[in-house]
């Protein structure tokens, strides 16, 4: 069965779309079959791997109504070992739609069942709010992995996810872990960076990678570009980072 991890910060702008996405790459780069799941309506993880997102029929949206069937929107191999459940902002009504739905927190996770035994990981980007779908990601999820940034604030917020985690795992989804935290946009130049890192490292007792994320012009300008960093210059410093992350994240498979 694969391993099925959420990336989620209900802060925007901590790159959790860059993680999806790079991990991911890098997970398929070292022979592992890869599921990605855009769960977030602004579908960038979609976007990133060259997908115009906006002339799909079949997306996430309608697996989650009842509308198709998740092979019929999952586009398999986009790129050597990764198929993605794409996203674009039709999702973004599924709150609404799923009203007085019946167990609505666990539509993914029983979608994801027909199929996980067919991938090594499952990788979901959540949207950048504790929503329905972060809920329903967390309810399919093994494990949850959470993009930081190292910025004065990083800490902030991060309290009120390890709740919601812990409520999830209490009432929804015995089987969820956290399976760490991971820093990104580090700049090696500021002290700021440095003390951000080891004030979390302090104060929080759950795993954090080895591995930061550096601030990267390359990592930035792939998605424009619909690929992965490992595609578009594999020898960046964003490349051999997310590299190194996949192979902690091998690492601690349970």
């Known amino acids: ?29 070292k022979g592992k079959k890869v599921l990605v799941v855009d769960a977030d309506p602004q579908g960038n993880t979609t976007s ?17 109504l009842g509308e198709c ?3 019929e929107c999952t586009i398999k191999e986009l790129i050597p070992g990764i198929s993605i459940i794409p996203s674009n902002v039709n999702l973004a009504a599924t ?20 199929v996980s035994e067919q991938y ?3 990788i979901i980007d959540c949207p950048p709010a504790l929503s329905l779908l972060t809920i329903n990601a ?18 902030e917020g991060l309290s009120q996810l390890i709740h919601t985690v812990n409520l999830v795992k209490e009432r929804l989804n015995p089987r969820l872990g956290m399976e760490g935290v991971v820093f990104t946009m580090f700049d090696s130049r500021t002290k700021l ?18 591995t930061v994320i550096p601030r990267n012009i390359r990592l930035a300008e792939a998605p424009s570009h619909g690929m992965p960093i490992n595609k578009y210059d594999p020898k960046s410093a964003g490349a051999e980072a997310y590299m190194r992350l996949a ?3 091998i690492g601690t498979r349970r």
């Not at 990133?48 to 989650?64: C, D, P, Q, S, W």
């Not at 309810?139 to 990083?154: F, G, K, N, R, S």
């Not at 490292?201 to 990678?209: G, R």
Request: charged fraction near 25%.
């Open 193 to 210: 960076s440095t003390q951000v890192v080891d004030n979390v490292k302090k104060h929080l007792e759950h795993k954090v990678y080895d």
């Open 48 to 64: 990133g791997f060259g997908v115009e997102k906006n002339v799909l029929e079949k997306t996430i949206y309608e697996l989650m």
């Open 95 to 114: 709150e609404i739609e799923l009203i007085g739905v019946d167990k609505k927190e666990y539509i993914l996770r029983k979608e994801l069942d027909w």
């Open 247 to 249: 192979d902690e994240v």
């Open 120 to 122: 090594d990981y499952i």
């Open 138 to 155: 967390m309810t399919a999820a093994h494990t949850v992995l959470v993009p930081i940034q190292c910025e004065y604030y990083a800490l």
């Open 69 to 71: 069937a998740i092979n």
């Open 1 to 29: 069965m694969g391993k099925i991890i959420a990336i989620t910060n209900q802060k925007g702008g901590v790159g959790k779309t860059t993680t999806s996405i790079n991990l991911s790459a890098a997970l398929a780069a």
